[in-house]
Every structure is written in structure tokens, then in C-alpha cells.
Nanobody, 121 residues
Framework: QIQVVESGGGLVQAGGSLRLSCAASGIIFSISVMNWYRQAPGKQRELVAAIATGGDTNYADSVKGRFTISRDNAKNTVYLQMYNLKPEDTAVYYC???????????????WGQGTQVTVSS
């Protein structure tokens, strides 16, 4: 059974930093793209950052220059380092891993349960 578990959320003042982690576990053959999404109250879930196996990255315009995504392929883990946090960054942050459990099978998306990030002004 595949599990995707986020950690590292919390309450921080504006201008502060947080580091989120997300680990995928279970019988995994390979993980291609790992993503961080967020959803604020009353808003749609949005892509924050993505990273491919080889390290190519993509960021939402709103976080460019403030957030850094990285991954440890040996640990099936992705990180989101967040600097200069703003109140508008307040949201539940979700991790998504696109992975295959067996060679030759189709990749599927697996989501974590989310971790709350609250930035006070």
C-alpha cells in the first residue's frame, strides 16, 4: 500500500521560514514528478511547485524567489523550503507523487493528507 505523508507545517510570523517534507512509502518502482499544491479557505487548490526526477523545477509566479523545491530520490522524499512567508501563503499544503508500483505499469497520482501552514501578520 502506498502512503504519502507530509510534515513540517505550523504557525509562523510574516517574514519567517518553514520547511515542508513529504515522503512516499510502500512498494514503489519509480516516482516521476513530485508536486506541492496548496488550498486556502474558499479557494481552489493550486500548484505551488513541481520537481522532476532529474531536478527540473517549476514554480507558481507567486512563490518564485521565495520557495525552493528539492527531492531526495533515494528516500522518495520531496521538500519545500519556504522563505519570507506572507499571510497570503496561509493554506493547507498537499504533496502529490506521480509514481509506478511495477515496471511496465501506468503511473498514478498519490496525494498526502495535507499539512497546515499559517502565516500571521
Amino acid at each position: 500500500q502506498i502512503q504519502v505523508v507530509e510534515s513540517g507545517g505550523g504557525l509562523v510570523q510574516a517574514g519567517g521560514s518553514l520547511r515542508l517534507s513529504c515522503a512516499a512509502s510502500g512498494i514503489i518502482f519509480s516516482i516521476s514528478v513530485m508536486n506541492w499544491y496548496r488550498q486556502a479557505p474558499g479557494k481552489q487548490r493550486e500548484l505551488v511547485a513541481a520537481i522532476a526526477t532529474g531536478g527540473d523545477t517549476n514554480y507558481a509566479d507567486s512563490v518564485k524567489g521565495r520557495f525552493t523545491i528539492s527531492r531526495d530520490n533515494a528516500k522518495n522524499t520531496v521538500y519545500l523550503q519556504m522563505y519570507n512567508l506572507k499571510p497570503e501563503d496561509t493554506a493547507v499544503y498537499y504533496c502529490k507523487a506521480h509514481l509506478t508500483v511495477r515496471i511496465g505499469t501506468e503511473g498514478l497520482d498519490y496525494w498526502g493528507q495535507g499539512t497546515q501552514v499559517t502565516v500571521s501578520s
